[in-house]
């Protein structure tokens, strides 16, 4: 009996959303902004990270969810496991947000645009744009 409920446990958080911070970027090549302007690159590196942040929250959001789920159906009620729905399109966009974010700064750190994405504490962050 034991052994089952060890079973059941391992196979729903194995299906449990990823946080977003534990979601890799996904590989975006730097030619695809290889013809932007420092100006364009500083709108699209804007775009793209309020883009992240939306998409990093409800990812985590996601993820609490199917915590919350998993919990309930171990302990309470186990149809709630159905409720569990682990990592779909909202993550493939995250990771695909991440490449484009990682393609910028390359293009940009070649271009001497000086734009970064300070990755920290906070869920994603906005583009630093050092003009001399």
Known sequence: ??????????????????????????????????????????????????????????????????????????ILFWPAAFLVRGDGAQAAELARLKGEMDAIEQVSTRKQCGIEFQRGPQPMATPVVERG
Do not use: K, W
Not at 24 to 31: D, G, H, I, N, Q
Not at 45 to 67: F, H, L, P
């Open 1 to 74: 009996m034991r052994f089952s409920i060890v079973i059941l446990a391992a196979a729903m958080l194995a299906g449990c959303a990823s946080r977003a911070s534990d979601i890799t970027a996904a590989y975006v090549s730097p030619l695809t902004y290889e013809s932007y302007t420092c100006d364009q690159l500083h709108e699209e590196a804007t775009r793209v990270s309020s883009r992240a942040i939306a998409a990093t929250g409800a990812q985590n959001q996601r993820a609490s969810n199917d915590a919350v789920a998993t919990g309930v159906s171990l």
